[in-house]
């Protein structure tokens, strides 16, 4: 893809909420990749999950310039210094699942994230300060609804594709359900039409991480001089072991020790190499992320119930119109295939289109940032079908 730039775009009007409020001054942070054909007929939506942004693919020409938080460096997954590869460049490009010779991808960060579009760090214009814990709950469908509202401002009425994976995957079933003659087709990775309550607790552990530690100051910490790092690299630790498999785990890192080939009777130091990685984990995140935004999002995931106000799954697809692709991960136990076999299942009974795919991968939730070679041709194929009807 060569180099990107993320551009920024504010909403035209203020943006209602499913909580009651306005979100006024709404910054939505973006990418796109490929061409806007003449009949702007071939636009895919990207979603991202938890902690990404809108830089989904290709070298970032402007590493940081997403962030909102004085201190947020870029993230490269390949070590290129300076330039960061998007989250999903092995899935967008020329070729690729999203073929860029062929569709004009789009990605934005989501509302409440910290990577440019307004979130709880941006400025309250009532206050002329940070929103903090000020800054409305929102939910995922609200996160589509502002996608709506962005994508009206860049003139493009109907998507080809809306995909994702985990919470962008959820955005894609909420795209589908909120605006279903404008969705030709949904593309679905490691989510679920509802996160069980064990996917619940674990996000209620990593939010009470973060606002316990004392620096969170009830969510008003910016321009304070501390952040809840601590915390947070807490609920990043919980978290990323989540995305991960015990197999994964145990082919990894074993028992194996950092130092030396037998325990040395402390408890502070990190004497197992899986200490020692998810400590890493911890400490690169805090660098990239905003406490305010993991509460925020963790909150939203959780929240995301599609059959919320219906007699069922099934009566909730009922509206849908857009072809939908399930994929899932063998070794997922966070969004586990059952999840993906509910929604497949719900959708038959309602009579929509939809095909599902188990891959049998040992990564665990993150299967879906990894096997990208595995995703692509279910997902080429499946667009190309949708193509051709
Ligand atoms: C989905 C979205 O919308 S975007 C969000 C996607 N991005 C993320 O989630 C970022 C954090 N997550 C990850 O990195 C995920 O594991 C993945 C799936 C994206 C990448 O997986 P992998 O490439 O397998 O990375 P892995 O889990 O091995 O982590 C590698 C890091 O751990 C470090 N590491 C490995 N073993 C150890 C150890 N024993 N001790 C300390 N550090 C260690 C490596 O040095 C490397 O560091 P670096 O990232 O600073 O270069
Ligand atoms: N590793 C991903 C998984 C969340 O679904 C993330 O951090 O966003």
């Known amino acids: 893809m060569g180099s990107v730039d993320t551009r920024f775009l504010e909403l035209p009007a203020p943006l209602p909420l499913d909580c009651g ?35 989904a693919a290709g070298l970032s020409s402007t590493p940081g310039e997403a962030g909102t938080r004085d201190g947020f460096a870029a993230e490269s997954r390949d070590g290129t210094a300076g330039k960061a590869l998007g989250w ?3 899935m967008i490009g020329p070729g690729k699942a999203f073929d860029t010779d062929l569709y004009y991808v789009v990605s934005t960060n989501l509302l409440g994230g910290c990577r440019g579009t307004t979130g709880p760090s941006s400025i309250n214009p009532e206050t002329g300060k940070p ?7 929102v939910t995922v469908a609200d996160m589509v609804r502002c996608e709506r509202a962005f994508l009206d401002v860049l003139g493009i009425e109907r998507l080809a594709a809306v995909a994702g994976g985990s919470l962008g995957g959820m955005q894609a079933l909420q795209w589908a359900m909120s605006y279903p003659d404008q969705v030709d087709s949904i593309v679905v990775i ?27 100051q009830d969510g008003h910490y910016y321009g304070t ?29 074993a028992r194996r020790l ?5 325990i040395r009777y402390t408890i502070r130091e990190p004497e197992f ?51 939908t692709l399930l994929i899932a991960f063998s070794s997922d136990w966070l969004y586990p295939p059952a999840a993906s076999a509910a929604i497949e299942e719900a959708l ?39 193509d051709h009807e």
């Not at 929103?131 to 709950?137: H, L, N, Q, T």
């Not at 001089?225 to 890192?253: C, K, N, Q, W």
């Not at 660098?287 to 106000?309: C, E, H, Q, V």
């Open 21 to 55: 409020r306005e979100l006024h001054s709404v910054r939505v942070a973006y990418e796109t990749y490929g061409t806007l054909s003449p009949a702007r007929d071939n636009v895919i939506l990207v979603c991202h999950a938890l902690s990404g942004d809108a830089h």
């Open 88 to 90: 999903w460049d092995g």
């Open 131 to 137: 929103y903090g814990s000020d800054f409305p709950v």
């Open 190 to 216: 490691a989510s679920t039409h509802g996160l069980h309550p064990q996917g619940v607790a674990w996000n209620a552990i990593a939010r009470e991480s973060i606002m316990r530690d004392p620096a969170w």
């Open 225 to 253: 001089g501390s952040a809840p790092d601590a915390g947070m690299g807490v609920a990043r630790m919980v978290g990323h072991i989540t995305y991960l498999s015990a197999p994964a785990l145990e082919d990894r890192f």
């Open 258 to 262: 950092q130092f030396a080939d037998d």
């Open 273 to 323: 190499e899986v200490e020692s990685y998810l400590r890493h984990q911890a400490n690169s995140f805090v660098k990239r992320f905003d406490a305010n935004t993991y509460l925020y999002l963790s909150r939203a995931l959780t929240y995301f119930d599609a059959a919320r106000g219906h007699k069922s799954l099934a009566e909730a697809f009922a509206e849908v119109e857009a072809r």
């Open 348 to 386: 038959r009974e309602a009579g929509k289109p939809v095909e599902y795919h188990l891959i049998d991968a040992p990564y665990g939730h993150d299967c879906f940032l990894l096997e990208e070679a595995r995703q692509t041709p279910i997902v080429r194929r499946f667009l190309n079908e949708g």
